[in-house]
Each structure stands twice: as structure tokens, then as C-alpha cells.
């Protein structure tokens, strides 16, 4: 199976500040990379898909880089909307899974 | 507007059965897999497994194999999943997704390639066994 593993857990930041959320995967998983933001009470949504291809209506704000085994989720400003938690996933042996431990992102 | 609605919370025993549903509307389900997450409370979320609407091939995350059944009804657009003997350890919410893809191409000559993604979610069943 194909693990990755989400960094940090937790994150404090303020409305403004921009900031970066790690992933790696256990093996070179070329693009097959996905981001998730949930919030509380909610459904996951996809935010990026294929590491770094903005879903249609995310914000700009929000963008995905990486490939191989290192990817980084960047939100550039963060608006009151954006405190929630985000989750990475792989799909490269689709429809074998794995989500990362998500990171929570709370005002600071 | 594609969705996919889920059944209703549910509150159940220990030792009972249960079998819960992810109706598809629109074209949500048409040559798609349609998988389910599990989250336990304060927790993160999980994979448990996809079925394939077309043929019914099932897939489930070693986790999971074994405790749960997953099928579906395409006459129906439904998805499902179920548990013969419910455990307290199953309290969590279930949610249904669609397993969306991305296709481009690439090389000479061009050749497709399939980026997958979970584009289109359930509102999440609450299962609580007690």
C-alpha cells in the first residue's frame, strides 16, 4: 500500500498570512495527488486534483505543487473561510486509496 | 445537478445489521466508481472501498475487507453499504463519493492518461451503534 504522510498536523495562522501544507508519499506517485478541505460538520471538497490543477470554483488563492513523492499545498491569503481541516490523498493505484492524517488550520 | 444523496442517520445495537445507501442523480453514476469514507468521530477520514457501477467489481481497502460489504443497484443509481453485526467501533460518519478522473494526453503519439479524484460527495451518513 501506498502511504502518505501530511505535515504539519496542526497549524495557528491569521487572517493574511499565507501558508504551506506538506505531503509525501511512500513511492514515486507521479502527479496522482489530491487536496481536500472539510470543514466542520461538512463533506470533503476537492480543492486541487493531479497535483496541481485548481478545481473549478477553488479560489486562486489556493494552489498545489509536486510530483514523485513530495507535494505542497500553498494558500496565499488566508480569508476567515479558508480555517478548516485539509487533507491530502493519492490515487495512484486508483481504486486503491490512501488519505493522508489531515491538518488542521485554526485562526490564530 | 450532479449529486449524491445519502440515506438517513441511523442509531442502531450492537450485533444488529445495517445497510446504508448513496443515490446517484443526473448523470452522477454513468461509468463511474463510487466509493465510501468512513470518519470516526474527531477523526480523519478513511478508505473503505469502491465498486464499479458498470459490472459491480468491488475493491476494498485491506482495512476493511472483510467487515463490510459494498454493492450496487445501477438500475437504481444506488450505491451501498452494509454490515452484517454492527460493533460499537463502527459509530462514525459514512460518506459516498464519486470517483471522478482527469484525462490528458501525453507523448507521440499521444497517448491518455487518467488523473482520479473524488469530485462529487455524499452529505454523510451518521451511523451510531450503542
Known amino acids: 500500500d501506498i502511504q502518505v504522510t501530511q505535515s504539519p498536523s496542526s497549524l495557528s495562522a491569521s487572517v493574511g498570512d499565507g501558508v504551506t501544507i506538506t505531503c509525501r508519499a511512500s513511492r514515486n506517485i507521479g502527479r496522482s495527488l489530491n487536496w481536500y478541505q472539510q470543514k466542520p460538520g461538512k463533506a470533503p471538497k476537492v480543492l486541487i486534483y493531479?497535483?496541481?490543477t485548481l478545481q473549478s470554483g477553488v479560489p486562486s488563492r489556493f494552489s498545489g505543487s509536486g510530483s514523485g513523492t513530495d507535494f505542497t499545498l500553498t494558500i496565499s491569503s488566508l480569508q476567515p473561510e479558508d480555517f478548516a481541516i485539509y487533507y491530502c490523498q493519492q490515487s495512484y493505484n486508483t481504486p486503491s486509496i490512501t488519505f493522508g492524517q489531515g491538518t488542521r488550520l485554526e485562526i490564530k | 445537478e450532479v449529486q449524491l444523496v445519502q440515506s438517513g442517520a441511523e442509531m442502531k445495537k450492537p450485533g444488529e445489521s445495517l445497510k446504508i445507501s448513496c443515490k446517484g442523480s443526473?448523470?452522477?453514476?454513468?461509468?463511474?466508481?463510487i466509493g465510501w469514507v468512513r470518519q470516526m468521530p474527531g477523526k480523519g477520514l478513511e478508505w473503505m472501498g469502491i465498486v464499479y457501477v458498470v459490472d459491480s467489481d468491488t475493491r476494498y481497502s485491506p482495512s476493511f475487507e472483510g467487515q463490510v460489504t459494498i454493492s450496487v443497484d445501477k438500475s437504481i443509481s444506488t450505491a451501498y453499504l452494509q454490515w452484517s453485526s454492527l460493533k460499537a467501533s463502527d459509530t462514525a460518519v459514512y460518506f459516498c463519493a464519486r470517483l471522478g478522473y482527469y484525462e490528458i494526453l501525453t507523448g507521440n503519439p499521444p497517448v491518455p492518461q487518467y488523473y482520479y479524484y473524488l469530485d462529487v460527495w455524499g452529505e454523510g451518513t451518521t451511523v451510531t451503534v450503542s
Open positions: 493531479a497535483a496541481s
Open positions: 443526473g448523470n452522477t453514476f454513468t461509468n463511474y466508481w
